[in-house]
């Protein structure tokens, strides 16, 4: 028997024993007719909360285990006497998520500005002290390559002795976006208040580049240490050990070495790094300071010094940038920077240069 049925034998029953006067207020037919209608309420009333239940569970399953996310980057640049160009600089697609019970993760991040597979690794996190990271992901070296992706960086380029000794457009020829392929170890130590004391990496890459093998059977070697002595200020070490095929020299040396400090907080940011590189026995050094200060709305006013000597023990190398810009994003999804940049230089015949660079980003 069905359950309005019993709901209806029910109402009967107790309409019966109601005596003559509820019957006169309203006919036995008129009760079992609105009982019924009300079953027949409580019954879609379920069906759609269990529906809205499947579809929640739906929903937090692909926000857990795959999250898809990325942005398109579009610009104009005019240097002093040279070329001027509207750009696609980045346009990438990510998927991301959780694998297994927030201790085995993935991500893949590819780019079709210059097509190109970015980011493929799988992280194993037993513990904040220790995990593991395998694939092809940012090389742990410096405060900036790892900690500032094109969407959190707050100028449109990033730092001359980065592009130069970090693998972005470096000077042993590898132009990798920082990125490499292989395997770290890495974990974070003494908690407090929302942030760790120290954290370190350790990793063992190709030393090629992504996207190919390794070029010879020397492997690069990164450690970088990070100490955070109060909650605003980060102090960094780096260090990378490299041999990389330089001309008819399948092992010439590029490794480098690196210093940072950081100080963010609610209003004010500053940043700086100096790095050291040899490449095939020549050294190069530079450095950076980045500043900013963030008002009430969500606009940013920034500046930035920095250097690159490409050959310290030769004069006529080292080029010198001055920039100021504007960071201001309206919208989540909406971000906008315009930067202005003077060059000097201190080589023959190479005057100075004036450089206006304003970037558009559309993040979903």
Known sequence: MKLKHLFALAALSLSTMGGVEAQDTQSLEQQIAALNNRIATLEAEQISTQQQLQESKTKSFFDKHMKISGYIQVGYEWV?????????????FKVDGDLWKDKL???????????????????????????????????????????????????????????????????????????????????????????????YNFAVMNGAGINCTDSNKSKDVVGRLMIHPIKNLLLSASYMFSEVPIGNNPY??????????????QRFLVRSEYVVGRTAGVDAHGAYVTAGYRFNAPFTALARWEFFDQDKAQAGYRQVNYSVGVDYQPLKYLRMQLNYTFSTFNREGQGNLNGINLMVSGIF
Do not use: W
């Open 252 to 265: 010439a040396e590029a490794s480098r070495y690196g210093f940072g400090a950081m100080y963010n907080c």
């Open 80 to 92: 002093e006497d040279n070329t001027t160009s509207f750009y696609l600089k980045r346009a990438r």
């Open 105 to 199: 993760d993935y991500c893949l991040q590819i780019e079709f500005a210059s097509p190109k597979i970015v980011d493929a690794y799988v992280r194993f996190k037993p513990m904040t002290q220790l995990n593991v990271q395998l694939g092809q992901f940012k090389i742990p070296f410096s405060i900036e390559n790892t900690e500032y992706p094109p969407l959190k960086a707050e100028f449109i380029e990033y730092p001359m002795v980065l592009t130069k000794l970090v693998r972005m457009n470096d000077v042993c020829g590898i132009s990798s976006t920082g990125r490499d392929i292989g395997g770290q170890l890495y974990g974070s130590f003494f908690k407090r208040d929302g942030y760790h004391i120290l954290s």
